[in-house]
């Protein structure tokens, strides 16, 4: 059974910094892409950052690029994004969602079947 | 970036009903590059269909997308008391990856 599970939200101050993690089991993790969507208090889904399986191959929203950093420990089945320079817009549920459809461990493709529970980031002062 | 809007925002049906939700791209995404997404309040999203027509795992016949381009459809034959939930549909032809609004399914 494939299981996602996200860990490391919480309060911070505007401009602080969070480590989100998502450990994984139930597939093959080194070969899967694997995405980070949130979803902002009553709001609808936006995608954030992905990464490809060997971790080569790296994307981002315009929204968090230069202040997020997605990775990856295939040795631990384990993503992060390491997220700074937080802002109160950052506010969300985050996901981790995994690609079903990426060619290869290299590739990213986007479509994600299966979603973790989500951990809720909140940014306020 | 390509950016999805969806209609209606909200759509007002009863059991047994036909529903039928569309998703318009800003620009031209092909046709395999499209997929739609079923979220319950408190829950994570589920993936419906993907590659604009393909059914995911375990998904029900009564769901079915089509479309090319820059319009798509998701319909949902005779809705059952547990579709009634919020859809989005998502592009993956170009980074970055977008969703649309959302449309809300709710019991007339």
């Known amino acids: 059974e494939v299981q996602l599970l996200e860990s490391g939200g919480g309060l911070e101050q505007p401009g602080g910094s969070l480590r989100l993690s998502c450990a994984a089991s139930?597939?093959?993790?080194?070969?899967?892409?694997i995405s980070w969507v949130r979803q902002a208090p009553g709001k609808g889904l936006e995608w954030v950052s992905a990464i490809s399986g060997t971790g080569y191959n790296t994307y981002y929203a315009d929204s968090v690029k230069g202040r997020f950093t997605i990775s990856r420990d295939n040795s631990k089945n384990t993503l992060f994004l390491q997220m700074s320079s937080l802002r109160a817009e950052d506010t969300a549920v985050y996901y981790c969602?995994?690609?079903?459809?990426?060619?290869?461990?290299?590739?990213?493709?986007?479509?994600?079947?299966?979603w973790g529970q989500g951990t809720l980031v909140t940014v306020s002062s | 970036e390509v950016e999805l809007t969806q209609s209606p925002a909200t759509l007002s049906l009863s059991p047994g009903d036909r529903a039928t939700l569309f998703c318009r791209a800003s620009q031209s995404v092909g046709g395999s590059y499209f997929s739609w997404y079923q979220q319950k309040p408190g829950q994570a999203p589920r993936l419906l269909i993907y590659?604009?027509?393909i059914r995911a795992t375990g998904v029900p016949a009564r769901f079915s997308g089509s479309g090319s381009g820059t319009d798509f459809t998701l319909t949902i034959s005779s809705l059952q008391p547990e579709d009634f939930a919020v859809y989005y549909c998502q592009q993956d032809y170009s980074f970055p990856l977008t969703f649309g609004g959302g449309t809300k399914v709710e019991i007339k």
């Open positions: 590659a604009t027509s």
């Open positions: 969602a995994k690609d079903g459809q990426s060619p290869d461990a290299r590739m990213v493709r986007g479509v994600f079947d299966y």
């Open positions: 139930g597939f093959t993790f080194s070969t899967s892409a």
